[in-house]
């Protein structure tokens, strides 16, 4: 299996710019989750789906962020507008249920300037 | 709610020492513990895992044990080499066998020098 896929891995935009980073998760996996991280917070998760539904998005930052999951294979986090306070590493990760072990991808690492 | 608390480190040593990373959590019930390891550049991977008290998770000469009653799940190895340099994080589920975030704690970078 080629695990977890994101893209890009390196976005730099500058503020105000629309932002998507991209995540297929491992194919059977029915949980997709979304962590963010930065030097002064460590890692946090944003949101997470189950079956394409989202089921916690509480540690979504704020109205400029948001999430989607239209199918199996495929989830978008999306910034707009993006702001310098926004760079970080953003990781995506799936799971399946009864199964508590998570696989990350590489993750994006956006630069917002 | 649950929390992670690991020193940050940098920890650094020298080859063939033993390591210690320190990790404690506060969560309700039972949740399991997790080491993820993080190298340059890479996402992060699963070293080991426990999932009730007592239980020992191994993996390539790494061990922790899951002690209820410290509330702890200390890292070691006993003769740390320089490709195990990288950053480590102990994290928490409290899924009850289902799926939910890792609460993660800051990260111990680790440095092994020849």
């Known amino acids: 299996d080629a695990g977890v896929i994101q893209s890009p891995r390196h976005e730099v935009t500058e503020m105000g710019q629309e932002v998507t980073l991209r995540c297929k998760p491992i194919s059977g996996h029915d949980y997709l989750f979304w962590y963010r991280q930065t030097m002064m917070r460590g890692l946090e998760l944003l949101i997470y789906f189950n079956n394409n539904v989202p089921i916690d998005d509480s540690g979504m930052p704020e109205d400029r962020f948001s999430a989607k999951m239209p199918n199996a294979s495929f989830s978008t986090l999306k910034i707009q507008p993006s702001e310098p306070r926004d760079s970080a590493v953003y990781f995506c990760?799936?799971?399946?249920?009864?199964?508590?072990?998570?696989?990350f991808g590489p993750g994006t690492r956006l630069l917002v300037l | 709610g649950d929390s992670v608390t690991q020193m940050e480190g940098p920890v650094t040593l020298s080859e063939e020492a033993f390591l210690t990373i320190n990790c404690t959590y506060t969560?309700?019930?039972?949740?399991?513990l997790f080491w993820y390891v993080q190298y340059p550049g890479e996402g992060l991977q699963l070293l080991l895992k426990a999932t009730k008290a007592d239980d020992k998770g191994s993996n390539k000469g790494f061990e922790a044990t899951y002690r209820k009653e410290t509330t702890s799940f200390h890292l070691e190895k006993g003769s740390v080499q320089v490709s195990d340099s990288a950053v480590y994080f102990c994290?928490?589920?409290?899924?009850?066998?289902?799926?939910?975030?890792?609460?993660f704690g800051k990260g111990t970078h680790l440095i092994i020098q020849p």
């Open positions: 990760a799936s799971t399946f249920r009864g199964y508590e072990t998570q696989y």
């Open positions: 969560a309700t019930g039972y949740p399991s």
């Open positions: 994290a928490l589920t409290n899924s009850g066998g289902g799926a939910d975030g890792l609460t």
